[in-house]
């Protein structure tokens, strides 16, 4: 049996949270990054939430941020997190488990 | 400029620091795992809080809130009740590698808009990051995380907070991951040693830039009334000493003394074999001091108190009214306990609280280990009572044929008052003596003197002395009775002598009075004759004349 990752179904939806502190060229950069993959891997089934700390920063201790920008997967479960700008994508990918087992990207 | 200073509100360390840490600036304190770095971060905020009035962040990187809460709740502090007044802020702070994948740049800024948050919240003064090594375990880029620690305490610095940051020793080096580089201002390492079995634990100011500061290693203590540093000596000898007397509990002891007791405020030391009475001594001079509403502090390194209240009334000493009315206090606590240092932090703190008049350490050899140590350790507690005025006595136990034990070698010197208690085995029998080997500063009985525990205290006997030596006990009183004897004997056969001289002089005088008896009758008869001769010489004339008238007439 496979093991899924959620990935595969193609109903679930990813919730993605994106943890910034103003308007620093990382913050802007991970923001285009996150966008850029979601829209090549999950087209449809994703929901991006960028949080500015500078505005609230009393939801840095919630999700446990320490680094900036940081990017947390809260659906499908497990929670994951991700720091850095997301430069690097295939690292995104794999550490989000946004491509379903098995498949291979062209 | 003078360097403002945060005061901890950790007694002793404030002294050592010259009033606290560096205002505005963060102290970096390092020391191996179980030094007590937590509880030194977490006694500095809430003493903040609830000495000072200074709000404090706490950020843990390494224990939970509630585990936080739970684990110094035991020293009395209600970090639930800080918090929810809103005087304290705890954070923790959780990073684990394996849920945190990283993919590209990345800085701390969480941790900034998290620390600056929680600062602002409640107008935080002082904060605690504990410990922030713990980021480098979570985190792999340690280029980033360096460069993000220097800014970290420059912020800090900006904040205008009074900043502990703790670290864990490392190999080499102070911190394990070197972040002694970025906090420069102050340095101060925690150590926890291991010697002859016994830990004690030690703080030492590294460094404190701007200001004077000990340099010396100090122990530090940790127990239920939290955190204290003891500051080596004032060894200054500057102490001001008294000239009043202090009784020594034992009537005939006092009378030994030239000033009849000891000095107040000076050291005493009883030494003596085992089973002399030393903690008799001991106890009668607490006993009088509490007899006269003085408070005494009495150190018991080998019984219970329990024990001494016991042993001590069966030689007429009561010592639990003076615990009820609060005067008398034991200290009870094995010597193996803890270090040497530790025990006199300890010491010091009670002596501190209690504020006693006068101390019974029972007894001094109770500590062993090497005697540079116990002589330091000593040096500082008689210093100690000296600075406050405080008479110490302390008893050690002496080996048999030993002049003096190890203890008693290193502290002699600080005495001012030595008195030996021995034994002198003889006839079988075991007695008690006792000498006043030195005592500064009064003229003072050089007699051996016996003495007894009795059931209502101790009493002192003038011993025997004569040509036969010393003579204690049963043959002391041998001795006494054979003199007294001997006396008998002489004032008989004077009286003898009297006796007879008396007769002597009877029987003379007798035969004087008969030898006289016999001259008078002698001279009675002579006077007779000479009345009887001239009678017959006129007889004999008239007889002549009467014969020639009678032959006619005259011729």
């Avoid at chain 2, 980021?135 to 220097?150: C, P, V």
């Avoid at chain 2, 500051?231 to 009849?260: C, F, Q, R």
Wanted: glycine share 10%; charged share 25%.
């Amino acid at each position: 049996m496979t093991e899924s990752n959620g990935a595969d179904d193609e109903s679930m939806e990813f919730n993605l949270r994106l943890y910034v502190a103003g308007q620093t060229p990382k913050s802007l950069a991970a923001i285009a990054n996150l966008k850029r993959i979601c829209e090549d891997n999950l087209a449809g089934r994703y929901k991006i939430e960028v949080i500015d700390l500078v505005v609230t920063p009393q939801l840095a201790a919630g999700d446990q941020i320490v680094a900036i920008p940081t990017l947390v997967r809260r659906l499908p479960p497990p929670l994951k997190r991700m720091i850095g700008d997301l430069s690097n994508s295939e690292k995104v990918i794999v550490g989000l488990d946004l491509r379903p087992i098995g498949k291979i990207v062209s | 400029m003078h360097l403002p200073k945060t005061p901890t509100g950790i007694g002793g360390l404030d002294d050592l620091t010259l009033g606290g840490l560096p205002t505005g600036r963060p102290t970096l304190l390092c020391g191996a795992a179980g030094c007590g770095k937590t509880l030194f971060g977490m006694t500095f905020l809430v003493n903040g809080a609830v000495k000072f009035g200074e709000n404090g962040v706490f950020m843990s990187f390494e224990e939970r809130e509630g585990d936080l809460a739970a684990n110094v709740h035991s020293l009395g502090f209600d970090i639930d009740g800080l918090v929810a007044r809103k005087k304290l802020v705890i954070d923790y702070v959780r990073i684990e590698r394996a849920e945190i994948e990283e993919s590209g740049e990345y800085d701390l800024e969480g941790l900034f808009v998290r620390l600056g948050h929680a600062i602002d919240t409640v107008g935080a003064k002082r904060v605690v990051l504990d410990t922030i090594e713990a980021l480098f375990s979570g985190l792999a880029d340690s280029s980033i995380l360096r460069a993000e620690l220097r800014r970290l305490f420059g912020w800090l610095k900006d904040k205008g907070v009074t900043a502990i940051i703790t670290a864990e020793r490392g190999e080499g080096q102070l911190t394990r991951f070197g972040i002694e580089e970025y906090v420069s201002d102050c340095v101060i390492l925690l150590d926890n040693r291991v010697q002859e079995q016994v830990v004690t634990r030690r703080l030492r100011v590294v460094k404190y830039r701007g200001s004077a500061h000990g340099t010396n290693e100090y122990p530090f203590l940790i127990d239920n009334e939290g955190i204290s540093v003891l500051p080596i000596t004032s060894a200054g000898l500057g102490h001001a000493i008294s000239d009043e007397s202090v009784p020594t509990g034992v009537k005939d002891l006092d009378a030994m003394l030239g000033i009849g007791g000891y000095f107040k405020g000076s050291s005493i030391l009883i030494s003596g074999l085992a089973g002399t009475g030393k903690s008799t001594f001991g106890a009668a001079f607490a006993d009088a001091a509490c007899g006269r509403g003085e408070k005494c502090l009495y150190f018991a390194f080998e019984e219970s108190p329990d024990q001494v209240v016991r042993n001590m009334r069966s030689v007429g000493i009561d010592l639990t009214t003076h615990l009820k009315a609060g005067l008398l206090k034991f200290e009870a606590a094995r010597p193996s306990l803890f270090g040497f240092e530790m025990h006199l932090a300890r010491m010091n703190r009670d002596i501190e609280q209690f504020k006693p008049s006068m101390i019974v350490v029972d007894p001094i050899s109770a500590f062993r280990g090497p005697s540079t140590e116990i002589h330091a350790t000593l040096i500082r507690l008689a210093d100690i009572c000296k600075t406050r005025g405080i008479t110490a006595l302390f008893t050690s136990l002496s080996a048999i044929d030993e002049q003096m034990n190890e203890s008693e070698r290193s502290i002699s010197s600080l005495m001012d008052t030595w008195i030996s208690l021995r034994d002198i085995e003889a006839d079988g029998e075991r007695n008690r003596v006792l000498y006043l080997l030195k005592s500064r500063g009064m003229s003072h009985s050089k007699q051996v003197r016996e003495y007894e525990l009795s059931d209502d205290g101790i009493h002192l006997t003038e011993p025997y002395l004569g040509p036969e030596g010393v003579l204690t006990g049963a043959a002391r009183m041998a001795q006494e009775a054979r003199e007294r004897e001997a006396e008998n004997e002489r004032a008989e056969l004077a009286e003898q002598r009297k006796r007879q001289l008396t007769r002597k002089r009877n029987a003379l005088e007798r035969q004087i009075a008969e030898m006289r008896a016999a001259l008078d009758a002698e001279e009675d008869e002579a006077s007779k004759l000479v009345d009887h001769q001239s009678v017959r010489s006129t007889s004999t004339a008239a007889d002549r004349a009467a014969m020639a008238k009678k032959r006619g007439g005259s011729r």
